[in-house]
């Protein structure tokens, strides 16, 4: 075990400049995918808090009892879809409108009846909040006698279901031509490293040292190179995050940074290219001679 | 201790050995002699077990070159000593520690690799330059740290291939009387040259190769003539 690290931090030693190269090469592939990812994160963040304004307004007849009205809104709270029922009394539906819609408050001010009627305002939970279900809940209230009209902006719920299919399938497609040049620039940069060393492969071999033997600190070099590479990567996104935090709002927040979840991911990432690069390159000088 | 029987290599530019069959004994020496290209490199690379025979069996201390499976290779060389004309050592490494390599790759204890290396380069004559880098010695001393390597896991077998062919007259005879010491001692020597003087100051078995075959092998004796007739 000391002589595995002992010869896998030789290199380091040996061949700085080299060993420097390449960690920052591996460090700014996984920036471009670190990057990318920062990207598809805040564009899902902006798209889940769009999604949020996602609600079923379903407009009452007037004169419908409130005992009725209570016991509907407790059905409807039992739709697998549904997140929350909240009723709006006509009396809070017009103090609503003035407070909102300031260029009709004149309209609203002096009214000797309330033109506006009481409603069910229906929440969807996160993942029911497409066209589909949308439209099934619709539905199903349709079925209640009192409920007047519904409303939830279909066309504009097609429209964020379609921009969320899209930015799903680019986001996929692009990430991973982001992790595959990622992963034949490490793939190359570590080769070049065993290729320097080709001749000590052979003579290790020529010695009689396992095949085990030999590959031992070049995966240990290829996980440690695929770390620091990593490392160098969420700082450099940390740093542009920094610097366009300030800059870019979302919908409601600052855009936000990778969670360390999938920070912990793109080190994994980094360590395993680090390990199959190396494993690769070194299993081919190890079928000669 | 090395045994070829009919053994022929084809290499996809053409035919390398035709043919050959060779036994040598325990702590015999034997040059095998030829011109570039005759097929002396690739005899001793069937040794060593980088090349396998296209036909005909080999067999070096007990190991079958033929099967050898990825696992076999390295104890295989752990009895050989393998030495080249262009000494072949680490260029980022002291003398002390090429030869400390070589026992470490084999998982000796870490607490008994310095006293055997240095054994090792007092056997060579170079106790004096353990720290030096190969760039720092003259050939001759590199070839002396290539062949202390060798020896450090006390091989039963010797192969090397034109040890002197990279170095000076004086050079030369100091490795090579080196090479005749290790000899002494019971380790069997197999050595390729085309250096004919340095065959013809000794009345070690020579065997000469010519395009695949041997041509002429004097410690020949009735059972190998019997297999060359076979």
């Known amino acids: 075990m000391r002589l595995l690290l002992r010869e896998a931090f030789m290199t380091f030693r040996r061949a700085p400049l080299l060993s420097a190269l390449s960690i920052t090469t591996i460090g700014f592939s996984l920036y471009a995918v670190g990057l990318f990812a920062l990207v598809a994160v805040n564009l899902r963040e902006a798209l889940r808090i769009v999604e949020q304004r996602v609600e079923v307004v379903a407009y009452l007849l007037r004169g419908t009892p409130a005992e009725t009205i209570a016991q509907a809104s407790q059905d409807i709270a039992a739709?697998?879809?549904?997140?929350?029922v909240t009723f709006v009394s006509e009396d809070e539906a017009l103090k609503r409108a003035r407070a909102e819609l300031v260029e009709f408050r004149d309209a609203y001010r002096d009214l000797s009846v309330n033109p506006l009627p009481a409603s069910l305002e229906i929440q969807l939970k996160d993942g029911f909040r497409d066209a589909q279900h949308t439209a099934a809940v619709a539905d199903r209230l349709r079925g209640y006698g009192f409920i007047d009209d519904i409303r939830y902006g279909r066309e504009w719920i097609e429209k964020l279901d379609r921009l969320r299919n899209i930015a799903g399938v680019v986001g996929l497609t692009i990430g991973l031509a982001f992790a595959a040049v990622a992963v034949v620039i490490i793939g190359v940069t570590i080769r070049i490293t065993v290729l320097q060393r080709a001749s000590e492969i052979?003579?290790?071999?020529?010695?009689g040292a396992t095949n085990g033997f030999i590959r031992g600190p070049f995966l240990v070099e290829g996980a440690i190179k695929g770390l620091l590479g990593g490392m160098v990567a969420i700082l450099l996104s940390y740093g542009t995050y920094l610097l366009f935090r300030g800059q870019i709002e979302l919908a409601t927040s600052g855009i936000v940074f990778l969670k360390s979840a999938q920070l912990a991911l793109g080190i994994v990432f980094g360590v395993a290219i680090g390990l199959g690069g190396s494993l690769v390159s070194v299993g081919r000088h190890l079928r000669n001679v | 201790m090395i045994r070829f029987h009919h053994v022929s290599k084809d290499y996809p530019k053409g035919v390398a050995l035709k043919d050959v069959s060779l036994?040598?004994?325990?702590?015999e020496f034997v040059f095998l002699t030829g011109h570039s290209g005759a097929g002396k490199s690739?005899?001793?690379?069937?040794?060593?077990?980088?090349?396998?025979?296209?036909?005909?069996?080999?067999?070096?201390?007990?190991?079958n070159i033929g099967t050898l499976t990825p696992s076999e290779i390295p104890r295989l060389r752990r009895r050989l000593g393998i030495v080249f004309q262009d000494f072949r050592l680490l260029e980022d490494r002291t003398a002390e520690e090429n030869i400390a390599f070589?026992?470490?790759?084999?998982?000796?204890?870490?607490?008994?690799?310095?006293?055997?290396?240095?054994?090792?380069?007092t056997q060579v004559g170079l106790a004096a330059k353990a720290h030096a880098y190969?760039?720092?010695?003259?050939g001759g001393e590199q070839q002396r740290v290539a062949i202390a390597r060798a020896l450090i896991n006390d091989p039963t077998i010797l192969l090397a291939d034109e040890p002197t062919g990279n170095l000076d007259e004086r050079a030369t005879r100091g490795v090579f009387q080196l090479i005749r010491e290790i000899n002494a001692t019971g380790t069997c020597v197999v050595m390729a040259t085309h250096d004919l003087d340095l065959v013809k100051q000794t009345t070690y078995r020579t065997v000469e190769i010519r395009d695949g075959s041997v041509v002429f092998d004097s410690g020949q004796d009735d059972a190998d003539a019997e297999e060359e007739m076979a």
């Open chain 2, 102 to 121: 070589a026992l470490e790759v084999t998982g000796a204890r870490a607490d008994a690799i310095p006293a055997r290396v240095m054994r090792a380069l």
């Open chain 2, 42 to 63: 690739t005899m001793l690379k069937l040794m060593y077990g980088a090349l396998r025979p296209t036909v005909g069996d080999v067999r070096v201390s007990g190991f």
């Open chain 2, 23 to 27: 036994h040598i004994a325990k702590g």
């Open chain 1, 202 to 207: 052979s003579i290790m071999r020529l010695v």
């Open chain 2, 134 to 138: 190969p760039q720092e010695l003259s």
């Open chain 1, 79 to 84: 739709f697998p879809e549904v997140q929350r």
